[in-house]
T-cell receptor, first 118, second 111 residues
Framework: DTEVTQTPKHLVMGMTNKKSLKCEQHMGHRAMYWYKQKAKKPPELMFVYSYEKLSINESVPSRFSPECPNSSLLNLHLHALQPEDSALYLC?????????????????FGEGSRLTVL | GDSVTQMEGPVTLSEEAFLTINCTYTATGYPSLFWYVQYPGEGLQLLLKATKADDKGSNKGFEATYRKETTSFHLEKGSVQVSDSAVYFC??????????FGGGTRLMVKP
């Protein structure tokens, strides 16, 4: 199984709603990532979890709250978002964030969750 | 810091034409290099990779060679198909740091 599965594929929410994006992988990867991608732009890193601990937060507003319940699951909790937060949110995983001769550094991406904030 | 520069698109080609998408990078040490492809409405898929100088990555008819002397990793395909229409991202990963992406190049292949 070389897949990263994201749900939902599409989400429309109002600015007062609370919703969550979910991501799952069963490749035994110990690093998981959230990226945000706007149209015609490369993905921008938001958060990195390494061995279920938050290791990088790229100064993301607190209305985005990540959670890593276990090594296979990654959530992104959304609250009080703004219309400019509308984007494709991509989850990714990798063997680990650093080290090891088997770690060539590639990330495996999910299909993404397309979020629209009204 | 690390950076990746790709040729700006869109690149528009006729079916069966030869494709080159240029990618150059700036990084300390010996990064791993990647090409990712993003089809419309989808996530990123790893297309090919190279982990050391002179390595050639290949997949689905696409190739790229890790050239340390010119800090380049140009993507090539001998005969493109309409189904290759997508956005292509060059990226590097340097000693466990996060992926650094280029700006992406949109390829449009016309029948």
């Amino acid at each position: 199984d070389t897949e990263v599965t994201q749900t939902p594929k599409h989400l429309v929410m109002g600015m007062t709603n609370k919703k969550s994006l979910k991501c799952e992988q069963h490749m035994g990867h110990r690093a998981m990532y959230w990226y945000k991608q706007k149209a015609k732009k490369p993905p921008e890193l938001m958060f990195v979890y390494s061995y279920e601990k938050l290791s990088i937060n790229e100064s993301v507003p607190s209305r985005f709250s990540p959670e890593c319940p276990n090594s296979s699951l990654l959530n992104l909790h959304l609250h009080a978002l703004q219309p400019e937060d509308s984007a494709l949110y991509l989850c990714a995983s990798s063997l680990r964030t650093s080290g090891g001769t088997s770690n060539t550094g590639e990330l495996f991406f999910g299909e993404g969750s397309r979020l629209t904030v009204l | 810091g690390d950076s990746v520069t790709q040729m700006e698109g869109p690149v528009t080609l006729s079916e069966e034409a030869f494709l080159t998408i240029n990618c150059t990078y700036t990084a300390t040490g010996y990064p791993s290099l990647f090409w990712y492809v993003q089809y419309p409405g989808e996530g990123l898929q790893l297309l090919l990779k190279a982990t050391k100088a002179d390595d050639k990555g290949s997949n689905k008819g696409f190739e790229a060679t890790y050239r340390k002397e010119t800090t380049s990793f140009h993507l090539e395909k001998g005969s493109v198909q309409v189904s290759d229409s997508a956005v292509y991202f060059c990226a590097l990963n340097n000693a466990g740091n996060m992926l650094t992406f280029g700006g992406g190049t949109r390829l449009m292949v016309k029948p």
